[in-house]
């Protein structure tokens, strides 16, 4: 099986950075960077000190149902090119020693049973091993200590 790392699409992230409001209909707050933890979901790239970013509420899925987390994520607050769809974890996340994987059906449902924090060295492979399950349409990687979303991984499909 292999898969692929999906960054935040293009369109909701440059809604985002000209001020279009979050999942809870509020403007993102504009910070500036220290440089230390600010991982942008878009580029997949932590914003440097001195930068600005923008903090708020995202929400991964297509339409409010019972199984549609929202949380907190960072975008860097000027335009950032998205990050390459890649079957290798990006480099942002090897600094961290382990995520949550989560896999949903079809229906954006968590699919039970899939949730496990796993270490990073095994994300691939877990993330390949649920993505072979036909009842999973995709996984959630997120934070293990906050569950802060950190991106989507799908199969990758010929």
Do not use: W
């Not at 979050?22 to 790239?45: F, N, Q, W």
């Not at 975008?75 to 996340?93: I, Y």
């Amino acid at each position: 099986m292999t898969i692929r790392f999906l960054a935040l699409p293009n369109d909701s992230v440059r809604a985002l950075q000209h001020g279009a409001p979050d999942a809870y209909g509020m403007k993102p707050e504009r910070k500036i960077s220290d440089g230390v933890g600010v991982p942008c979901r878009h580029c997949l790239t932590n914003v440097a000190a001195g930068e600005p970013y923008l903090v708020l509420a995202y929400r991964p899925f297509p339409e409010l149902q019972p199984y549609a987390e929202t949380g907190p994520i960072f975008l860097h607050a000027e335009e950032c090119p998205r990050a390459a769809e890649s079957g290798e974890l990006p480099e942002l996340f090897s600094r961290t020693k382990d995520y949550i994987l989560r896999g949903y059906g079809a229906d954006d449902r968590i699919v039970y049973g899939t949730g496990a924090v796993t270490l990073t060295s095994e994300i691939v492979g877990r993330a390949g091993e649920l993505l072979a399950r036909p009842e999973v349409a995709y996984v959630h990687m997120r934070s293990a200590k906050n569950n802060c979303y950190q991106c989507r991984i799908e199969r990758d499909e010929p």
